[in-house]
């Protein structure tokens, strides 16, 4: 679902200058409490307060580009050009989902191949994070959850740590299978570059200094709801906190984000509303409607398509 504050954000980009009274009359349908706090939230990242009551949306050229399209096959994009790689890719585990009634898996699905892991490889920049989203270990994946790792070693993709996701407060663990947590895995290109500020080091030299790493401590576990049945527009949508989190560990503002198995097209919207770019690939035509949807009048997104991209 499109944020309250990218709309607000959206509309008022053209003009530039707007007022509290302008926002509260364009979204009459929202508390008013509810629009001034999205402003106040986004002050210094969205808006910049230039009077009592007047704001002005803050320029960026921040983008976000939709590729309607194969993810696994990145040949539009060049070597060592993209900053990050966040992803959940389609893998269908029916064993482990035996027995839910839920319907899983309605989109194509697949299992990675190392050629998969090349080409991840040969568009990341040195030092640069690839993140990828998978399920929690249990007794029918973690061979394949292993043969990931190794896929992602033999391509020079170092090991850099894995988060735990746990899906709020229900606690489902019958000892085959966890069913509240997935796996937020993270692996650098090479050594992981220098993200995280030295305290110590700046201290002693007087000149900022950073060390190789995230921009800061990882924690043990995002605790991060799921997103609502209702709210969702996408079988496995992630929740756009969770994307958000994850981005500001491992990029800057301006870098370029990539998911190649878009879905809703969530992390292209973590990635604008912190000032990344991004670039979405999505097969499936109905989720690629979707992801319009949810960029519907943002300035920020366009849709390229595949030849247009190489
Ligand atoms: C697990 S879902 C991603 C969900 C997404 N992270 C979100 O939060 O909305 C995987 C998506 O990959 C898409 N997909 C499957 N095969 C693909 C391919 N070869 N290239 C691009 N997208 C693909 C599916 O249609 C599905 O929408």
Redesign the pocket.
């Known amino acids: 679902m499109k944020s309250l504050a990218n709309n607000i954000y959206s509309c008022f980009k053209r003009k530039g200058e707007f007022s509290l009274k302008d926002a509260y009359s364009e979204y009459f349908d929202k508390p008013k409490e509810t629009v001034r706090a999205r402003i106040y939230d986004n002050l210094g990242i969205k808006f910049e307060r230039v009077g009592k009551g007047l704001y002005k949306t803050i320029d960026g050229d921040e983008s976000c580009v939709l590729i309607e399209?194969?993810?696994?096959?990145l040949s539009m994009l060049e070597d060592s050009s993209i900053d990050c790689i966040l992803?959940?890719?389609?893998w269908l585990d029916k064993k482990s989902n035996r027995g839910g009634d839920r319907n899983f898996?309605t989109?194509?699905?697949?299992k990675y191949t190392l050629d998969d892991f090349k080409e991840k490889t040969r568009v990341l920049k040195d030092g640069c994070f690839l993140v990828e989203?998978l399920p929690a270990e249990n007794e029918n994946n973690f061979d394949y959850l292993y043969q990931i790792k190794k896929y992602a070693e033999e391509c020079g993709l170092l090991y850099y740590s894995k988060v735990t996701w746990k899906k709020g407060g229900f606690v489902s663990n019958t000892g085959r299978k966890s069913k509240n947590s997935q796996d937020v895995m993270i692996f650098s290109k090479g050594k992981a570059r220098p993200l995280r500020f030295d305290v110590k080091k700046t201290r002693e030299t007087g000149v900022e200094q950073f060390m190789s790493g995230t921009t800061r401590m990882l924690p043990t576990m995002f605790d991060v709801p799921p997103v609502s049945s209702k709210d969702k527009i996408?079988?496995?949508?992630?929740p756009l906190s969770l994307?958000e989190q994850i981005l500001k560990f491992v990029t800057l503002q301006g870098e370029i984000v990539l998911?190649?198995?878009?879905?809703?097209?969530?992390?292209g919207e973590a990635a604008l509303n912190l000032k990344r770019n991004c670039i979405l690939?999505?097969?499936?035509h109905k989720?690629v409607i979707k992801i319009r949807d949810r960029f519907a009048n943002n300035l920020y997104f366009k849709e390229v398509y595949w030849n247009e991209a190489i």
């Not at 998911?259 to 992390?267: I, L, Q």
């Not at 690939?281 to 499936?284: C, T, V």
């Open positions: 399209g194969d993810g696994r096959d992803t959940d890719h389609p898996a989109y194509d699905c697949f989203i996408h079988q496995s949508e992630l994307c998911d190649s198995f878009a879905g809703s097209g969530v992390v690939i999505e097969l499936d989720n």
